[in-house]
């Protein structure tokens, strides 16, 4: 259009955006918006809102931001654009903000402000916030939209509560494909790969049919709760019964299924025979099954592509370092922290959260940033010493470089052990302590926590990256299975 001398209309300038934000294209994102100056539609409202929804989707929100503070008249979808642009990059308590902002100004929520405040609250994970807004729904008479209530299963799902999730999902008079897939997901991770399995059954006796999310969920359920043979079955029928061609997340959950339950010679098989060229997430998934099952030989040859197809992800580095150490190789698990120095690559700080008395209090590893440091060390000190007492052993393993004495402490000291200690010193016998981890919760922390609950007679549910995790009696749900 613009090659034969078009002149762009709004409405051709805003459909471009839309395609750049499906796409995740940035560059030609930031093109368009400069062609829009030119054409000076910069100012018409409708193309600035397309312009924020863009930008937020190729995960530049402070520059939507940005330009949703500059707008002399903001409408609902300014203001839904931004709320759902903080909730899906992993900023909820933003968007919570803007949403008060937003009643502030009496600007009236729709149906779509409702779904994206729900999923800022699926990402956040605290069960408080899940049952203010279900009440705020229910209260605006939205209780039997499909949108909001399909968002609300999502949103208990992801805040432990999956009965609540379940609950909604049976009293919905209707159901969109979304609608099963929140809930076969929701069991999936929490680990119930046999409540997924039979959703997901009952689902392909009734008019809607699985797309390939469906299938995704059902397959990663299966891989966290050991099912391999249904999630290979799975994976066959996809494309055979529905004619729906497995995407690489397909291929990745596949490589997860078969490397999470020790088949790694098939995992590589599957790698070498795929009909595409194998992603990030593919290998990404191999180095995790090479770690849990201490596999070498499998590790290096996976870690060559993964340093080739992403150079500035540490964390990979980390995990062959992991694999190393646990093998004894100290020479080789130092060459890679030097690989890792020269190329300036750095582990994501693990951080967990906690949320008391409707405040969420942060905790990194070893921080003694918070208040009641003083109080958390304290008290964690006597809480190791007695679960050491009822059979729980340190894994010093995981620490290397220092005396016996000091890896303890730094184990002591992980942030989930943290903010498990202060959600037990502020409140009462019998509460359920809800935990969020930004990264997978290490094997020291999860065989703690198991001896936690025992001790103190609390459940305590732990959300990492992958899944969750309910120890009650000294068990975990996922049968140390993760």
């Known amino acids: 259009m613009l090659d034969e001398g078009v002149k762009p209309t709004d409405v051709s300038v805003m459909g471009a955006l839309h395609a750049c934000a499906d796409l995740g294209d940035l560059e030609r994102g930031r093109f368009i918006h400069k062609l829009s100056v030119e054409l000076e539609l910069d100012r018409n409202v409708s193309v600035v809102n397309s312009l924020i929804s863009m930008y937020c989707k190729c995960k530049e929100v402070d520059t939507a931001a940005s330009m949703f503070g500059k707008l002399q008249s903001r409408t609902i979808v300014s203001w839904n654009a931004m709320i759902l642009g903080f909730a899906q990059n992993g900023r909820p308590i933003e968007a919570l903000n803007y949403f008060s902002q937003m009643q502030a100004r009496t600007v009236k ?11 800022a609250i699926a990402e956040l994970s605290i069960t408080h ?42 009293m919905m008079s209707e159901r969109h494909v979304t609608t099963w897939n929140a809930m076969i997901d929701g069991y999936g991770t929490h680990g119930i790969g046999k409540a997924a399995l039979e959703l997901f059954e009952e689902m392909q006796k009734g008019t809607i049919k699985p797309n390939g999310v469906t299938f995704l969920s059902v397959i990663s359920a299966c891989s966290h709760s050991g099912l391999v043979e249904a999630g290979l079955k799975c994976f066959h029928m996809m494309k055979e019964n529905y004619s729906i061609e497995p995407s690489m997340d397909h291929y990745g ?17 599957f790698i070498m025979q795929m009909p595409v060229k194998p ?47 646990a093998a004894s190789m100290w020479e080789k698990v130092g060459q890679v922290r030097v690989s890792m120095l020269r190329q300036g690559l750095r582990k994501t700080p693990g951080c967990s959260m906690v949320e008391i008395k409707n405040e969420v209090h942060s905790f990194f590893s070893g921080s003694t940033a918070h208040p009641s440091s003083k109080k958390i060390y304290a008290f964690l000190e006597k809480l190791i010493c007695q679960i050491k007492e009822a059979g729980y052993v340190p894994d010093t393993n995981l ?44 094997a020291d922390c999860h065989n703690a926590t198991k001896y936690i609950s025992l001790v103190t007679g609390r459940e305590i549910i732990v959300r990492d990256m992958q899944r969750f995790h309910h120890f009650k009696n000294g068990a975990c749900s996922c049968g140390d299975y993760w």
């Open 109 to 119: 929520p729709d149906t779509f402000t409702y779904v994206s405040v729900i999923t």
């Open 399 to 442: 620490v290397l470089g220092v005396e016996e004495d000091v890896k303890e402490q730094l184990l002591s000291s992980h942030s989930e052990k943290l903010a498990i200690s202060f959600g037990l010193l502020n409140t009462t016998a019998g509460t359920t302590i809800h935990v969020r981890k930004n990264l997978r919760v290490c």
């Open 129 to 170: 916030h899940a049952k203010w807004i279900h009440g705020v729904v229910m209260r605006n008479c939205l209780d039997k939209n499909v949108f909001v209530t399909t968002a609300l299963v999502d949103m208990y799902a992801k805040c432990g509560a999956i009965m609540i999730a379940r609950l909604i999902f049976d």
């Open 279 to 325: 992603a990030v997430n593919v290998y990404g998934a191999m180095l995790g099954a090479c770690q849990i099952h201490k596999n070498v030989n499998f590790a290096e040859k996976v870690a060559e592509s993964l340093f080739e197809l992403n150079p500035d992800d540490g964390g990979y580095h980390v995990l062959l370092a992991n694999i190393y150490r």
């Open 253 to 269: 959950a596949m490589v997860d299924l078969l490397g999470r339950a020790g088949r790694l010679n098939e995992a590589w098989d």
